[in-house]
């Protein structure tokens, strides 16, 4: 259902590509579109529990994707550095593919928002859960469920 990644000197270990995950800041989500092209998006992210969390608006181009086709892929980069003598660069990167889900879950909607907010808005936990209890009803929060993740770096 998959390809095989070509450069197998550069493939990493799932635990790699996990700890990519858990290390990123954003990522690009990829959905596709009802005429067939794909959209990418860049997105603040979390990943927790083995899903990837997300929130945005209830509606949008993004989310009407996601209804229509919950296939998605999400791509993160790390450790990005141009190697201009080799014409090269170094990097760390993760591509997922898996489905999008929408979380209805009120406690898990609120789990996934409050990790949102030790990651980006450390020192305001208190302010920040708050926030998310005065609009968790409004807010949409999705989760992707992963059906393979592949990663690949070049480290030299």
Do not use: Q
């Not at 790699?16 to 603040?44: Q, R």
């Not at 949102?116 to 469920?145: H, P, Q, R, W």
């Amino acid at each position: 259902m998959f390809r095989e990644m070509r450069r197998k000197d550069r493939e990493l270990s799932e635990a790699e590509s996990i700890e990519i995950l858990e290390k990123g800041d954003f990522g690009v989500l990829a959905t596709i579109c009802e005429n067939g092209y794909p959209y990418g998006v860049p997105l603040n992210y979390v990943f927790k529990r083995g899903r990837i969390y997300f929130h945005c608006a209830g509606e949008g181009h993004k989310t009407d994707n996601i209804a229509r086709d919950s296939r998605v892929s999400f791509t993160v980069v790390t450790k990005h550095e141009p190697i201009p003598d080799k014409f090269s660069t170094r990097y760390e990167s993760v591509v997922v593919f898996g489905r999008a889900v929408s979380i209805n879950d009120i406690d898990e909607k609120r789990f996934a928002l409050g990790e949102m907010v030790k990651k980006f808005s450390k020192g305001f936990l208190e302010k920040g859960m708050a926030y998310i209890d005065a609009d968790i009803e409004k807010t949409a929060v999705f989760g992707i469920n992963i059906e393979k993740i592949s990663g690949k770096a070049r480290k030299k």
